[in-house]
C-alpha cells in the first residue's frame, strides 16, 4: 500500500519536472527577448521588491507584458512567471 502511493508520488513529480523544464526554457527566453530593457534581474532579487506571492508575480508579469504591448497568450505569463519564480523569487 504505502509502496504504491510512493511510486504514484514519483511518477507524478517526474512528470511535472519534464512540463516544466519545457516552460521554463521558454519563459527564459521570453524574458530576455522582451524584459531587460527597463530592468535586468536584479529588480526580482531587490530587498524591497514589490511581490510577494506567486499570484502577485502572475499580475506582475502581465502588467508589464501589457504595457509593452505584447499580447501574450496566458501560457507564455504562465511559462515566464514560472522561470521567474525558479530562478528568483522561489515562492513555494
Ligand atoms: C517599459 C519598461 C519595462 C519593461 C520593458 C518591463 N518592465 Fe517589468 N517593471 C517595470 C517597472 C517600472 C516596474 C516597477 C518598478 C518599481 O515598482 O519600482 C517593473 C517591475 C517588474 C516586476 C516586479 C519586481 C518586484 O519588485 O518584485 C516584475 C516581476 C517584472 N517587472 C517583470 C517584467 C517582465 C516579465 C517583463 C517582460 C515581459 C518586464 N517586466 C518588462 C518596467 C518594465
Not at 521558454?26 to 535586468?40: A, D, I, K, M, S
Request: net charge negative.
Amino acid at each position: 500500500m504505502k509502496k504504491s502511493i510512493l511510486a504514484a508520488g514519483l511518477i507524478s513529480l517526474s512528470a511535472g519536472v519534464n512540463i516544466q523544464a519545457a516552460d521554463v526554457q521558454q519563459g527564459h527566453e521570453l524574458v530576455e527577448t522582451n524584459c531587460v530593457r527597463c530592468h535586468g534581474s536584479e529588480i526580482y532579487t531587490r530587498p524591497d521588491r514589490r511581490v510577494t506571492s506567486l499570484p502577485g508575480l502572475h499580475k506582475q508579469v502581465r502588467f508589464c507584458e501589457q504595457m509593452l504591448g505584447l499580447t501574450w497568450f496566458d501560457e507564455d505569463v504562465d511559462n515566464t512567471a514560472t522561470y521567474l519564480n525558479q530562478e528568483y523569487y522561489k515562492f513555494e
